[in-house]
């Protein structure tokens, strides 16, 4: 007998040499082809991806100018984080929408402002805020997988008398949909709501109090041409 002990036969042998390896290759297969039966069954869709957004309090900034005592900007500071498990293109803007209405080129309209630069206002708040925030432009462009940016979105065309303000966020979702094999372009918004109760006097000067938050789809959803098309 040798070192290993007695044997009553001849050891086993792996044909192929490779047993393991194979089983790992059948099983990858096996998984692979379950994804695509996933991904093909009518009514299944794939895994869109989706940022991460806190926001901070609504406030207004009186900017000093050259003459008066100042221009008023509405602005609020957010952070963006990439928790999608890659990295990203993010290209997010920010629009204000007040409760009042004007006449816009003959039609009566309820007052927007998208957020937008304004190297005065963007330093006054950050030197308000205590730390560094980027503009709306330097928020575009590509966020790393956990990554987290951090900027401020500013307003100065909205009615300083508004009952109701919303904030719609766009760019958090991803556009693209894949539902039974076909693709779709659907955006979706975050809606922030916010109210400002008061009297008549000085009511621009009243703070903006929370209501509700609610994601919405902005247009239709329309289904998009294949890579045959």
């Known amino acids: 007998a040798g070192p290993e002990g007695n044997s009553s036969g001849p050891p086993c042998v792996d044909p192929f040499g490779q047993g393991d390896d194979l089983m790992r290759r059948i099983a990858l297969f096996g998984l692979t082809l379950l994804a695509l039966v996933v991904l093909a069954s009518p009514g299944m869709s794939y895994d869109r991806w989706q940022m991460d957004i806190t926001t901070g309090k609504p406030q207004v900034l009186l900017v000093k100018d050259t003459e008066g005592p100042g221009v008023p900007f509405l602005y609020f500071t957010f952070k963006v ?6 990295d990203r293109e993010l290209n997010v803007s920010i629009i204000a929408r007040s409760d009042t209405e004007k006449m816009i080129d003959g039609v009566r309209q309820r007052v927007e402002s998208r957020a937008g630069f304004d190297a005065r206002a963007l330093k006054a708040i950050t030197l308000r ?41 766009h760019g958090l979702v991803d556009p693209i949909d894949i539902v039974g094999g076909k693709r779709y372009f659907e955006e979706k918004v975050l809606v922030l709501h916010y109210k400002r109760p ?3 006097f000085g009511h621009a000067e009243d703070p903006l109090i929370y209501v509700k938050k609610e994601w919405v789809v902005e247009g239709k959803r329309r289904e998009l041409p294949s890579a045959k098309d």
Not at 81 to 86: D, E, F, L, P, V
Not at 143 to 161: C, M, N, S, W, Y
Request: zero cysteines; aromatic letters at 4%; a negative charge.
């Open 198 to 200: 008061g009297d008549e």
């Open 81 to 86: 984080t990439n928790n999608t498990g890659k």
């Open 129 to 169: 805020e205590k730390r560094k925030l980027l503009s709306m432009v330097q928020m575009i462009g590509t966020i790393k997988d956990g990554e987290t940016k951090e900027g401020v979105a500013i307003f100065r065309e909205l009615d300083p008398e508004m009952d109701r303000v919303e904030f719609r966020i």
